[in-house]
């Protein structure tokens, strides 16, 4: 009695320890709710070809966004360069595009970063780092927010997977030193988006959690990229993209006199002579009042068209007063303005 007494105790130890062995071991599901694309490991053998529909970064010569920031106007002016970056991880190198992205508010220079890009085999697009020159008072003050994928432990940051449905959630590696992004997560694949060529109705709304807890949410338009942006009340709006595979056109005469005077003006004001620089002022006037029946034609963004604009008020005030400083700087403004109008 007491050995088949002792056998049952034995038998209920063994079961229990079986499932106290079980409970404690790791589970084989992620413990986030992430993506497929982000639980298996990403391989890069044609990293630089980045052609995602909603990523085209090798179609993108330069991009514009305009908006606001910490109450001031900001821009944020996107350029992918022609060299490669390669990068080391694992037990071998990843070659990455660079896209260097210019950030200004109130027209000061905010920060200068290179980010580093490269397309999975699998479609997906991934971070592999970023490279951050932050300014102030036109002085460069730290490199806050910087890391590359092999240094500390870091892995690349899957920016965007190659299939998705509304839900899909993923997030930063949890090893990664100081990640601007925490997670993401698609909530709509039927925003509606606006993009510098008209309205879009099948745009993709990405919610991110950034390292700060703020939420900030983008809308991304098939071929264009990310076209909105908005967190706390700061917002950005994409106004321009040149593709690089565009064909390049003609510049409209107009523009071309205006670039023409202006750098005349520049180059003449300091002699003095205002019957001449009011002569080159009426010109550049006329000029762009020639233009505007075009403007539309052109699909020229609104906020250039009204910085020139403003550019060449503050030009005719100036030259009318007589004043060399101020008509100097407004000629440098319209030609920097007339940039932006030509692109």
């Keep these: 009695m007491c050995k088949q007494f002792y056998k049952i105790i034995i038998f ?12 404690i071991q790791p589970s084989a599901v992620p413990a986030t709710n992430a993506s497929s694309d982000e639980a298996v490991e990403p391989h890069f053998s044609q990293p630089t070809t980045i052609t995602h529909s909603f990523y085209p970064l090798a179609q993108i010569a330069q991009a514009i966004w305009l908006g606001t920031a910490a109450g ?25 595009r660079v896209l260097q992205v210019i950030n200004y508010r109130a027209g000061m220079l905010v920060s200068v970063t290179y980010h580093y890009f490269a ?7 991934y971070a592999l780092g970023a490279e951050v020159n932050n300014y102030a008072a036109g002085q460069m003050v730290n490199h806050a927010g910087s890391w590359q994928t092999g240094v500390e432990g870091a892995a690349p940051m899957l920016i965007i997977p190659a299939h998705f449905a509304v839900g ?29 060529s008209g309205a879009a109705d099948k745009g993709i709304l ?14 991304y338009a098939e071929g264009w990229g990310m076209v909105s942006t908005e967190s706390n009340g700061e917002a950005l709006t994409l106004v321009l ?72 008020m503050q030009l005719q005030t100036s030259a009318a007063a007589q004043a060399a400083v ?18």
């Design 206 to 219: 990405v919610q991110e959690t950034l390292a700060d807890g703020t939420l900030e949410k983008s809308t």
């Design 168 to 196: 899909t959630f993923y997030t930063a590696p949890q090893d990664m030193p100081n990640p601007v992004v925490q997670s993401r997560a698609i909530v709509s694949l039927t925003q509606a988006a606006v993009t510098p």
């Design 326 to 343: 101020a008509t100097h700087q407004a000629a440098n403004d319209v030609s920097a303005t007339l940039m932006d109008l030509m692109a």
């Design 119 to 125: 397309q999975a085999d699998d479609g997906s697009v």
């Design 72 to 96: 001031a106007a900001t821009r944020v002016e996107a350029t992918l360069l022609l060299e490669n970056k390669r990068i080391r991880w694992r037990a071998g190198e990843i070659e990455t």
């Design 12 to 23: 209920f130890i063994i079961i229990i320890m079986v499932l106290l062995t079980a409970c």
């Design 241 to 312: 993209l040149n593709r690089s595979d565009a064909e390049p056109s003609a510049l409209p005469t107009p523009l071309v006199t205006i670039e023409a005077e202006a750098e005349d003006l520049i180059d003449f004001i300091p002699s003095g002579n205002w019957v001449v620089i009011a002569k080159d002022v009426t010109t550049i006037s006329t000029a762009w009042q020639n233009y505007q029946s075009q403007l539309v034609k052109d699909q020229v963004p609104s906020p250039f068209a009204a910085a020139l604009e403003a550019a060449l």
